[in-house]
């Protein structure tokens, strides 16, 4: 029998996702993995470009999910921590504000900051969550694990990168939609109104749109926290140019690269970087041109923008969204903003 969240992502399907059913579970995957431009083409073209770039989005195959999962526990990553913190003390709070609303999430990961939200809208009644990521892998172990957890939960999730997924949701209503994790610094201005604009057409008015944001803050805390002691930053990083060699047959020297993370104060953002001390040559096609990267050259991996909350309450009202509430630590790292849709 198909729930109402079924039927209405089933409407809005215009190919044949492969659906896979868990314990508990549902997942739709996307054919159209990597939004028709494959992991060889991205890296072809951005390696090529100068400044040289990998997009982050190929950092999380199943082994980086799982390091990305480790920095999540790191003691220097506050993020997380502070984050989660935040919305267990107004889960409650916010299912009350909200009223019974499906859950959605993009770039859901571990699901293990959503079980504060999930757990609040259990205890008020029923409750369908619907995450989308584009880790297979994490969206699978994360929608066994909660339907485990939590058996009254409708999971429904799909995988699939964030604009493919926001086009699946826009029958569905009332809705809060969940972007945590700070995972919005990831973008460029250009990517940051992209996103935003598809969040807006996706969204009917009055859904809701919770957003965490890292804030500005000392660059001693920040540069801590992307250079953590265990190393589990460095080896999420260099698991990009592993996922090349494995995937893309690339035969990069993985002991001649180094990762570089530090908090650019005028551009208030942490820039990632692989440095690399030896030339190497890297064929992307089989048959295709080498790109030489010479000793000394740099690539910029990720990006990781940090906030004010006053200006992004600004940009987000030329998008559509009314702040609601703005739900904060005592030390103000991080806020989580709750938004509305307006009319
Ligand atoms: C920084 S992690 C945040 C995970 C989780 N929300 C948290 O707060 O801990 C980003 C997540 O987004 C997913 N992701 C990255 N780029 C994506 C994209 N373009 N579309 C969908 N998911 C994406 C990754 O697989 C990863 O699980």
């Known amino acids: 029998m198909k729930n ?6 089933l409407a809005c ?8 059913t868990g314990d508990g ?21 951005t390696l090529g470009e100068k400044p040289r770039w990998l997009h982050c989005r190929w950092l ?22 502070v984050e989660d913190r935040i919305l267990a003390d107004n889960a409650a709070e916010l299912r009350r504000v909200v009223g019974d609303a499906t859950i959605v999430e993009l770039g859901s990961g571990s699901s293990t900051k959503t079980r504060r939200i999930l757990e609040a809208w259990l205890d008020a009644g029923d409750a369908c969550y619907v995450p989308i990521d584009i880790s297979l892998s994490a969206l699978e172990q994360a ?10 939960l409708v999971v429904e999730g799909l995988a699939a990168e964030y604009d493919r997924g926001l ?30 604009r598809a969040v807006q057409d996706a969204l009917n008015p009055g859904d809701r749109f919770l957003l965490g944001l890292d804030l500005i803050k000392e ?19 260099i698991n990009l140019l592993a996922r090349m060699n494995r995937e893309l047959g690339t035969c990069i020297p993985l002991d001649s690269v180094t990762y570089d993370g530090y908090y650019n104060e005028e551009r208030e953002r942490v820039e990632m970087y692989l440095r690399f001390a030896a030339d190497v040559d890297v064929r992307v096609a089989k048959d295709g041109p080498p790109l030489v990267i010479r000793a000394g050259e740099s690539v910029m991996v990720e ?14 009202a030329d998008f559509g969204f009314a702040l609601e509430r703005v739900f904060t630590d005592p030390d103000e790292f991080f806020a989580v903003l709750l938004l509305t849709r307006e009319r």
């Open 4 to 9: 109402a969240i079924e039927e209405k992502i």
């Open 13 to 20: 399907r215009e190919e044949e996702w492969a659906i896979v």
């Open 25 to 45: 579970f549902r997942l739709h995957v996307d054919p159209n993995e990597g939004n028709g431009i494959s992991f060889a083409e991205s890296v072809a073209v």
């Open 60 to 81: 999380y195959d199943e082994i980086g999910s799982d390091f990305y999962q480790r920095i999540t526990e790191q003691p220097e990553y506050y993020l997380t921590r």
């Open 143 to 152: 929608c066994g694990d909660l339907a485990a957890a939590y058996p009254d």
């Open 167 to 196: 086009r699946l949701i826009g029958g569905i209503s009332p809705l809060l939609l969940l972007f945590l994790g700070s995972t919005i610094g990831n973008f460029n201005d250009d990517e940051m109104d992209e996103f935003l």
């Open 219 to 237: 660059a001693e805390v920040l540069n801590a926290a992307y250079n953590d002691a265990a190393g589990w930053t460095e080896r999420f990083m």
């Open 303 to 316: 990006i990781s923008r940090k906030f004010r909350v006053d200006a992004m309450v600004a940009k987000l």
